[in-house]
């Protein structure tokens, strides 16, 4: 007689990366339309202008979460209704991306968790079938739901760890930690991560290839710069009334990029056009961290360089958060430079603050003691500190052609940023 040591899925699913997705609990979710959306929303918006293997979707990276929640269900005892309410949420948990992901939000302003559990309240026919409570799966997008945070920690929830492997995979980098030993000797309490001492260096390598891929992937200088065209363009077309701040939000990728190949603004079609003919926006005029404006590689390039200290960079990422700040501030420096709407755009990273890991309690297996990871290793600390010191950067960009121009217009530049 074979021996059955685990349960076989009636149903499951392959996704790169990750062992087949046991589906079987969860089909009439699944098979929602709110989610299938998901399939048609790419995970790292237009960064396949960039990286060509990135065209991988939200849908892909739901059922990713799905499988390393239900292994870490099994590593952590977790069953019965907490296993099936963690498991939906990790499908669903998405659920309130509009098109391109993270870089619309900024322009159709909102919370993808809030309107994931706007989008939930509406599949109330697809939780009950599954045998779920929808009031109890919105619950699970407040920040402060100690279950959810098993997805939803910033260090080792499994959206995170998800998304560390699968966008490596994509992108085509190498060198992922390995993810799943930090999980399996790992403990939680209170919905607060804490990891065995023994494996600390695993996760100071997690850390530290949280790290690599914002600096050589998602904040790629080339990256920024065509994230910015395509967000800018998208405001032309919500000033000239082609769609709502509502609409926008309910989008697919290819909806809203037919509303910008047919729109009604001239500004906003030669933006979205250049991504696709390569004459996007390139730096002309760079502002690093003091002390870092050697990193920036401006031999056979029309560049200007400047150092800013930290407390004027935090002041300008905090102001220009905002995208209809950042359009009149572009705008006014178009003016000053003698250039077109449109021409002059700011490709600026967020502070590095908000992108740094969080701090991780290490514990005894015997009890010794527990500490803190920043608090008792400040090398490591610094080491990612610098990490995006290095990397931080807020770009004036132009069109290829009007490069040299602005790059000439150094002191216009400074003397504008200076009053403004």
Known sequence: MPYKTEHIPEKAVCVPGSEPVDISEL??????????RLRYRKQLGVNHLV???AVHTRFEHALGVLGLTQRLCRIYGISGRERKLLEAFALVHDIGHGPFSHQIEPVAGGSHNHKGGESVEKMEDAVEA???NCEDLCEMFAEDNNLARFISDRNLGTDKLDYLRRDALHIGFCGVPDIEKVLKYSVVTAGRWAVEEKFIEDL?????????????????????SVQRVFQRAVQEELSAGSFTKDKLW?????????HLYNGKSDTAKGLYRSLWDRTHHRSAYVIRPQGYGFVERTADKGIAVSEWDMYKLANFSDKYADCDALKKLEDDLASALLLDKGEV?????????????????????????DYMLFENDRD???SLKGDYLR??????????????LAAGKGEVIEDFLANA
């Open 27 to 36: 089909i009439p979710l699944i098979d929602h339309p709110n989610l299938q």
């Open 51 to 53: 990286f060509p293997g």
């Open 130 to 132: 599954c045998g779920l």
């Open 204 to 224: 100071k390598r997690i850390q530290k290839f949280y790290s690599y891929l914002h600096q050589h992937g998602y904040l790629n200088k080339t990256a920024l």
């Open 250 to 258: 309910s989008m697919t990728d290819c909806e809203l990029e037919n």
């Open 345 to 369: 755009l700011f490709a600026a990273m967020p502070y590095f603050d908000k992108l740094v890991p969080r701090d991780v309690r290490i514990f005894s297996a015997r009890g010794q003691h």
């Open 380 to 382: 490591h600390f610094n």
């Open 391 to 404: 990397t931080f950067a807020i770009r004036i960009i132009v069109p290829p052609e009007k490069r040299n």
